[in-house]
């Protein structure tokens, strides 16, 4: 199951914890990355958070990875699954 996680800090929250939690998350994307959780990452320009493609076996596997992110309680966070996008072709086929 692959899900696209978008989340962005709440800057209302900005102190002390909140830098050492983001100083935190290249080594916890490193770690998860390497556990074949973490497909992809990406900062989005402009905005103080990022958008990251997860590879999970269930919901809570995901619900367990976010709740461990150093950012976890200074964060917003907004989880679309995807789903692999089949060509016309490939559509068609499967349904005859």
């Not at 939690?21 to 989005?44: C, D, F, N, T």
């Not at 950012?71 to 559509?91: C, G, H, Q």
């Given at each position: 199951?692959?899900?696209?996680?978008?989340?962005?800090?709440?800057?209302?929250?900005?102190?002390?914890?909140?830098?050492?939690?983001?100083?935190?998350m290249p080594q916890y994307a490193s770690k998860i990355k390497s556990q074949?959780?973490?497909?992809?990452?990406?900062?989005?320009?402009?905005?103080?958070?990022?958008?990251?493609?997860?590879?999970?076996?269930?919901?809570?596997?995901?619900?367990?990875?976010?709740?461990?992110?150093?950012?976890?309680?200074?964060?917003?966070?907004?989880?679309?699954?995807?789903?692999?996008?089949?060509?016309?072709?490939?559509i068609i086929q499967g349904g005859a």
């Amino acid at each position: 199951m692959k899900f696209l996680v978008i989340w962005e800090l709440d800057l209302g929250l900005l102190k002390n914890d909140l830098i050492k939690a983001v100083a935190g998350m290249p080594q916890y994307a490193s770690k998860i990355k390497s556990q074949g959780k973490l497909v992809e990452r990406y900062h989005m320009v402009g905005r103080h958070g990022g958008a990251w493609i997860y590879e999970v076996s269930s919901n809570e596997e995901l619900e367990r990875l976010l709740a461990v992110s150093p950012v976890y309680n200074f964060s917003r966070y907004k989880v679309y699954p995807l789903a692999e996008m089949d060509t016309p072709a490939d559509i068609i086929q499967g349904g005859a």
